[in-house]
């Protein structure tokens, strides 16, 4: 097994054993409807979690994710609320503005040599800033498209329900996973993460694949803050706070390396899914408390740094050996 | 340049030599390094100030200060002592940065400290040294998990605290229990909210911690090795010093620090609430450290700097507050401040406003 | 003393002219100049430091010229990036290969240009492609596979494949340069690269090679341009040149103000202070017997990667030996890190004064006194005033030419700081003092004076193992040269062997 593709097994194998252990310790645990409401309740930190992807691949981090999905809820609320504009064309206007401010970010941490981690900490306290600026309580959300979104969906067998939602989320994972892989942006993001001054040196545009690639994180998480409106009918200027947080560990956990220039999208969705799985698990167990999922998280994230170190330097001794 | 060529020169004499030396020394009585260290504590001074006058502008009794049940009370007290737990944390942070690295973990440590603080107390028995004592332990302990993970796992600083970010407020809810864990202790709870000699008690350990570490850093080489390391690790390691040791020690300390805020702020509202002691402080720290004018690529670090630009971020705070702008503003606020003290440290920035600058009195010139 | 180059009924494919570059304080290209023809292979040679990888950087848009100008096809042109100078057909092999290492080869190979179906990446016809490309150099390999799973010689052809396969928008390939490629690589693999040399070659490729293997200088290029100091030495065809005298040009006849004086000896046969015997450390020192007499500089000589740089850091604890015995001072030692050696004795100035000497933003004052800080311990602090005495002390004693001790280091110039990092050691007094390079990149003054103060330090008894690739100089004061050639010491030279040609015979070795 490769270097690059054991972590990803390892994280394949938990989620196997989690559903394992769950479904074999509770009635009910092994149904479609526990897989379909893993994949609603998880939607928007997938969402965010696969821009995170991206940036992460690139070598860089994006900490203002949280709060770009509380902003992008409460403008919604706004939006479709007070001013009545239809949800979609204000998602339409969202989206792009979303975009805008992630590109922003992408710039000073390209031109002005900033470290993406300070930068997104701007960006984070200004995205929540503005936010409470524009509306300190929750605003509600009542239109008649959100119950049409609420009421769409496919029926499964088994309790099995895709909403729109999760839908939507399964779409972007599609679009996220082709992008990543079979695009020219998306090698392009491999070779920043890899070696930025060999990408440089061979030719890649880091300047624009810079800019593009937190403008496409900034963008999905406003994308997450409107799936999660859906789930609340409302948007709220404090919520998702610490979501960045649980989005990195996702990634981590799925087996992207955090230097950069490893990683998949298809992992980052297993690390969503098993962190979810946990929560399940400590869901139907009840005797459990919910600060477990906290503590086993951190151990989880600790076990695959320490595996990605330990590889990658018995990767280092194998080609230093030659030397 | 001429100056090092003539003194290079082994055709001169020795006393000419001499005299250039002699000339060459006298020169650093202008712009040597006193006048530099002045400069850096004068823009942050100055803004501090700056804030100050705005809000005495604001509000004529903002200098007032009462004496009452012997201590003093004052809006300058509230913002020293606000300032407290931060400042705690900005002088571990300092540190930290100092190497090139960063903690993000000191927020979730106060809480563990403050969850193992509380429920000390409320086992009862506990004497208030030994609670202390024993949150100080956890706190280094903590510290001892991201330094070892830092230097000798060679791990990101960011990713490695990050683990403990994560997991830290997860065990501080598992001390306490989910619950928000109270205490009646009032000798303890004066450490958060008692006075001596008329400064709230939070001032008097900041003081105190400020004086110790300074003392630690600049009676023994440790400040020196400190700066060493972040400035060229490589080359601190070429003449002798245990880098990796030094590492080790900063995370150490920076996690004592955080475990004396997490003691001052559960004092304070005589409990611990794990999930929101210390929420998000880490990042106020590295914000101060970063307004004193410290580069998160490490090297030159200074405690009281940083400590003012704890001040400065709570004066803002304040002064939000005193001119009646809603509350609300408070981040956004804080955001522009970040992005403006990060432009200036950017090179490339500065250049381009001196261009600004020297284009407009260009302009100026020819109208 | 140059010979010009009778190949002028061709135009050069490539032609650099009075090339200009300067870095803050130091000039490193002056008057630099190169001509390529199509289907050559054109050695670029000299030492460390001659400015060769400045002037590739300068013909591959990676460094900006300050003057003179570059010739394609006899037009005028100027990169800007890389990737202009990539566009026009100049491709670049650095010698640490400059590619992905997370990707597959077949992406390595054609990143940015990748072949695509339905606008998607088509990674089927790009492994494709890329096996057809690299069976032309004869590798057969799983192109799928991430670029670090291969060894560095694997890397390496890959890295020259990416540099002559047709781009996107570009002209074909006419200038190739090679930046150290052998460096890595083992003895059939040179063999497989020259083989692909030899093809491009005749496809028309001008092939620049940089390198300090002189034998396979001999063995593939055509003609050889000689580089010290920044400046062109001159312009050689390889057949008409011997090694003796390609030697002589590299490292230059410039005689020395001290040559006529005698070796300085403290104390004559002295004690051997440091004695290693069959000492191994992986590949880069093999079997090496040294003697270090006490109070006396013994001189090390050997062209770049020669091993003399390695034992250095050998006996500096630097680099572990796996092999072999070492005893300093009578008692036999294990050296694990820097810290020991230094308690020991032991000092090293490094050869890279940048990044493993000086720490820049740091006054002279702290730079000074670290080391002896660091060995007495973080807890017995040297205060201020004390460092300042040791400051003045050494500024006055080596000349430093600075206003005050409070200047960050960094903004002296390179011998004032090389001066500074051996006052930071003659302040520990070691008995025994490493110079790796001291006198490289500093100008003329600071280097007489640093040859005067070794000459000092051994006659107050301490002793010296100095380094260096001008050959005058290590004459100048050692009672010893040990002459080190392909990782293993080839002759020990003393008395009345001890002169430049001699020296230079042994580097050379017997096939003068």
Redesign the interface.
Known sequence: MSRTYLPLWITFALVLLMFGAGASQFDGFASLRVVTNLISDNAFLLVTALGMTLVILSGG?DLSVGSVIALSGVAAALLIGPYQWHPLVAFAVILPCAALFGAGMGA?IQ?????P???T??????A???A??LS?ESVAIEHPFYDAVAEFGLELPDGGWLGATSLLTIALVLLMLVLTHYSRFGSYVYALGGNSQSAQLMGVPVARTTILLYASSSMLAAMAGIIFSFYTYSGYALSAVGVE?DA??AV?IGGTL??GGSGFIIGTVLGVLLMGLIQTYINFDGSL???????????L??FF??LQ?LLSKQWQSKAGGKA | MT???T????TQSDQL?AEQ?KA??Q??YSP??SAHQFSLYLYPLLALALLLLVNVLLDPQFFSLQWQDGRLYGPLIDIVNRSAPVALLAIGMSLVIATGG?DLSVGAVMAICGAVCANLLVLGDWSIPAVIGLAVLTGLACGLVNGF?VSY????P???T??????????A??LN??QIVTFQNPDFAALGSGSFLGLPVPVWLVLLALLIMQLLL?????G??I??VG??A?????????DRGIKLTVYLLAGGCAALAGIIATADIQGSD?NNAGLWLE?DA?LAV?IGGAA?TG??FSLPRAVIGVLIIQALSTTIVVSGL?A?????????V??LV??LQ?E??RNQLKALFSFNKLRGGKA | MSEQSNNSSATPVLQLRQINKNFPGVKALQQAQLSLYAGEVHALLGENGAGKSTLVKVMTGVLQKDGGELLLDSTALNFDTPKDAQQAGISTVYQEVNLLPNLSVAHNLFLGSEPKRFGLIDKKAMANQARQLLSTFGLDINVTAPLSEFSVAVQQLVAIARGVAPKRGAACTKVLVLDEPTASLDADEVQTLFQVLRQLKQQGVAIVFITHFLDQVYQISDRITVMRNGCFVGEYQTAHLNKAELIAAMLGKELCQQRHQAPCVAVEHSEAILIARQLNSGQSVQQLDLDLPAGQAVGLAGLLGSGRTEICRLL?G?DQADGGTLSFAGKPIKLS???QA??LGIA?C?EDRK?????????IR?NIS??L??????????SKKKQQQLADFY??KL?I????A?KPIGQL?G??QQKVILA?WLAVEPKLLLLDEPTRGI?I??H??ILQLIRQLCQQGMSLLVTSSELEELTAFSSKVVVMRDRKKVAELSGEDLNPDRIMAAIAGASV
Do not use: H
């Open positions: 981090i000073l031109y002005y040599q900033l470290q981690f300070i930068v900490l701007a960006g984070m306290f200004l929540r800033g503005v409470t600026l300190e947080l990195i560990a981590v955090l230097t408390s919910s600060w477990w999922s906290k503590i086993v998280i951190g151990g994230l600790f740094i320490a170190k | 100056n090092e060529a003194i290079l020169n082994s030599k030396l060459a020394r020169a650093r040597g390094q960063i993970m796992l060679g791990i990101q960011i990713v490695a990050l683990v403990l970010m994560v997991a830290g407020r997860g065990v809810q598992l229990q989910g600049k009676r023994t080489a440790l020196l090795f700066e060493a400035c060229n490589k080359a601190s390691r070429y003449l002798g010093i245990d794990a990042l590295i970063v998160l090297g030159r809603p609300k503003f408070n981040l956004l606020i804080k955001a522009l970040i992005l990060l432009m950017s490339l920035f | 500096f630097l890190n820097p810290a230094i308690a090293l490094p990044t493993e000497g000086v720490i820049a933003p740091l006054s702290e670290l080391a800080q660091a060995k007495q311990g973080w807890w017995r602090v040297i500024i006055e000349q030419a600075t206003p005050d409070d110039s011998g004032n930071r100008d003054g600071a007489a004076e």
